[in-house]
Nanobody, 126 residues
Framework: QVQLVESGGGLVQAGGSLRLSCAASGRTGSSYAMGWFRQAPGKEREFVAAINWSGGSTRYADSVKGRFTISRDNAKNTVYLQMNSLKAEDTAVYYC???????????????????WGQGTPVTVSS
């Protein structure tokens, strides 16, 4: 089992920045790819970004490419999502999730993830 706890969400003005963190505990010695998803009210949960176990490979949704950066510190069992140039349409609850590294090629799909955090809300005011 892996437990994930997100933090860092909040209210920010358009054009501002936030950094989300996701702390992992439990079976963190296993090799997991980590992803960030978001869900806005009335919408499906959508992929935002993912990073492989070593941190050497990343993937981003087109809507956040160039504005968001995912990173991880395996010594701290923590994954980060740096969000810059925030827009009103980035408003959502953000979730981190863990998937076995063997599923890396499918990390944009939420069904490939075994573990999820409780989410942290991000509100961008225009």
């Amino acid at each position: 089992q892996v437990q994930l706890v997100e933090s860092g969400g909040g209210l920010v003005q358009a054009g501002g920045s936030l950094r989300l963190s996701c702390a992992a505990s439990g079976r963190t010695g296993s090799s997991y790819a980590m992803g960030w998803f978001r869900q806005a009210p009335g919408k499906e949960r959508e992929f935002v970004a993912a990073i492989n176990w070593s941190g050497g490979s990343t993937r981003y949704a087109d809507s956040v490419k160039g504005r968001f950066t995912i990173s991880r510190d395996n010594a701290k069992n923590t994954v980060y999502l740096q969000m810059n140039s925030l827009k009103a349409e980035d408003t959502a609850v953000y979730y981190c999730a863990a998937a076995p590294s063997s599923r890396w090629f499918f990390v944009t799909r939420k069904n490939e993830y075994d573990y999820w955090g409780q989410g942290t809300p991000v509100t961008v005011s225009s």
